[in-house]
């Protein structure tokens, strides 16, 4: 039995192996893998919806009432988000073909969707970019939020926000 169970595992490492090699050996690796770990994940074993019962997806709908806390302080969703563009990390970029980070999450929202700040804080600067607004917020314990996109903002430097307040 134990024999069995090493072939297996040994099994399961040659094919991580073989997935993370395809991963970093270029796009043509990655398209084919992608969507096969996907299938695999999602549509045959339902992955998804596991490890939504135990963690919070942004975007997702589920009966799932944990709260992100940094620092101590509860942070809520800064507005209803239909999908994340952009995780935090690196990430390959189409247009450039090369590898890029992201300091950030970028959301999908709807248009004339209302943000508010994640927490509450003080507005550290605003600013304005090709006719669209931003805002970087200072929270407690030294962390800060930063938000883009925005079609108008009336927020002023050094002005201090709530959770509830509207950008």
Request: proline share 4%.
């Amino acid at each position: 039995m134990l024999q069995n169970f090493k072939i297996k595992l040994l099994l399961v490492i040659v094919f991580v192996a073989a997935v993370a090699v395809m991963m970093q050996s270029g796009q043509t690796g990655r398209q084919v893998v992608e969507p096969v770990l996907r299938y695999v994940m999602y549509d045959q074993y339902d992955v998804g919806a596991f490890i939504s019962r135990h963690v919070h997806i942004p975007g997702t709908k589920g009966t799932n009432d944990l709260q992100l806390v940094v620092g101590g302080q509860v942070l809520q969703p800064p507005c209803e988000i239909i999908s994340i563009q952009r995780n935090y990390g690196w990430y390959w970029d189409k247009t450039e073909k090369k590898q890029k980070f992201s300091s950030g999450v970028v959301l999908e929202v709807a248009s004339g969707t209302r943000v508010k700040p994640i927490t509450g804080g003080q507005v550290v600067e605003t600013d304005t970019v090709s006719g669209l607004d931003s805002v970087l917020i200072e929270h407690e314990g030294g962390f800060y939020s930063f938000y883009g996109g925005l079609v108008q903002t009336d927020m002023k430097q050094g002005q201090t926000v709530g959770p509830s307040d509207v950008m």
